[in-house]
């Protein structure tokens, strides 16, 4: 079982990708900006298997995520 998270401030992108990986048995979390997607990985209440995103979202750009993904997670 593959767990999966999606960072996208497009509503049907999100819908579309949940329902593709709903049809695999894959679990997928959303998020709908990068700050919220980020407080998900970081929190630790869920480990994830692969980080979906966005180029460019509100409050914060995937290449911000990715810079503070290095510090804390590595």
């Given at each position: ?23 695999k ?7 709908c ?42």
């Amino acid at each position: 079982l593959y767990i999966f998270i999606y960072l996208s401030d497009v509503t049907s992108n999100r819908r579309i990708l949940a329902m593709l990986l709903r049809k695999k048995c894959i679990v997928c979390s959303m998020a709908c900006n990068g700050l919220e997607g980020l407080e998900m990985v970081l929190s630790g209440l869920q480990t994830f298997d692969l980080i979906f995103m966005d180029n460019s979202m509100p409050i914060m750009v995937s290449k911000s995520i990715i810079k503070l993904l290095y510090i804390f997670l590595f």
